[in-house]
């Protein structure tokens, strides 16, 4: 069964800090994997990924995926309060997309 | 602003009533989405329209009924629903139906089943 898994599902750091988001997958016939960010309603898109080892930056977000060992991971740096929200991972086969749960960020001050 | 938008934003209906969700995309996308998103459960995907055609209904009860009757509308109409059928329900569009179209969410709907 196809399934996408985040972790962790939730996370406390300081204003400053540095995180690192991960998604691991398992789906067949794989296209892309996308991470988004929901901060109230709406899933906000941040990258798709379609190829290993091509980082991906915006700002100070930046994701990688990794075909081979099935993950990818989604790095924060100097994280602010405004980084607070839930990201999800998800995964785009020939014919469906799978999202993970979730790993909600909590940025203090 | 997305270019997506979805009414109502919340909604609160009987299990005997019959009520619809509306979407509305400005993007010039041909592909739209219907996602319900549980409090303890994943993003869900429901429905896909590729223009206007349905094209994927993942194992939805018919008790949610789509329709598309062009690529910037998309309805959702609800009839005898469950409790457990509360949810966020979420609307999103991408250019063209693939993997490689980012899609868009509206802001969705929160509906409440008494």
């Known amino acids: 069964e196809d399934k996408v898994v985040q972790s962790p599902l939730s996370l406390v750091v300081h204003e400053g800090d540095t995180v690192t988001l991960n998604c691991s997958y398992e789906v067949t016939n794989f296209r892309s994997l996308l991470w988004y960010k929901q901060e109230k309603k709406a899933p906000t898109f941040l990258f798709m990924l379609t190829s290993s080892g091509i980082e991906k930056k915006s700002g100070r977000l930046s994701s990688i995926l990794d075909k081979k060992e099935l993950f990818s991971i989604l790095n924060i740096t100097a994280t602010q309060t405004g980084d607070s929200a839930i990201y999800l991972c998800a995964v785009h086969n020939n014919n469906d997309m799978r999202f993970g749960a979730g790993t909600r960020l909590t940025v203090k001050p | 602003e997305t270019g997506v938008t979805q009414t109502p934003r919340h909604l609160v209906m009987g299990m005997t009533n019959k009520k619809s969700l509306k979407c509305e995309q400005h993007l010039g996308h041909n592909a739209m989405y219907w996602y319900k998103q549980s409090a303890k459960k994943p993003l869900e995907l429901m429905f896909v329209y590729n223009f206007k055609e349905q094209t994927e209904n993942n194992s939805v009860p018919s008790r949610f009924s789509p329709e598309c009757p062009n690529s910037s509308h998309l309805f959702l109409h609800l009839h005898t629903l469950q409790p457990e059928d509360s949810a966020l329900y979420l609307c999103?569009?991408?250019?063209?139906?693939?993997?490689?179209?980012?899609?868009?969410f509206g802001p969705g709907t929160r509906l409440t089943v008494t």
């Open positions: 999103a569009s991408s250019q063209l139906l693939g993997a490689t179209y980012e899609q868009y």
